[in-house]
């Protein structure tokens, strides 16, 4: 079956660093689209950054540009997400998600990915 898991979650005081991994299981990554969302309890999901896995461009939303960084390692089928300068704003789980159409634009949307992990809980606390 194909499944996607996230790890790397946990506490961390404001200012800290973070790096999360999404490794794919029963597909390539190399041919997929990866983006990373999270959602805070109450809050609607939002995104955060996004990567075409075969030429590695990367993308960030506002809330976090300057402050993350996203890459992949297509040989050990595994995306990260390494978070620097920690808000509390930036707690909440984050998922990782996949989807087969690539594309040198962007891949903004949630419901354009097929595949998701079940999450990994970021706490910043102050």
């Known amino acids: 079956q194909l499944q996607i898991v996230e790890s790397g979650g946990g506490l961390v005081q404001p200012g800290g660093s973070l790096t999360l991994s999404c490794t794919a299981s029963?597909?390539?990554?190399?041919?997929?689209?990866i983006g990373w969302f999270r959602q805070a309890p109450g809050k609607e999901r939002e995104g955060v950054s996004y990567i075409n896995t075969s030429t590695g461009r990367p993308y960030y939303e506002d809330s976090v540009k300057g402050r993350f960084t996203i890459s992949r390692n297509n040989g050990k089928n595994t995306v990260y997400l390494q978070m620097n300068s920690l808000k509390p704003e930036d707690t909440g789980v984050y998922y990782c998600a996949a989807t087969k159409f690539l594309t040198a634009l962007p891949i903004r949307r949630a419901d354009e990915y097929d595949y998701w992990g079940q999450g990994t809980q970021v706490t910043v606390s102050s």
């Open positions: 029963g597909f390539s990554l190399s041919y997929y689209a």
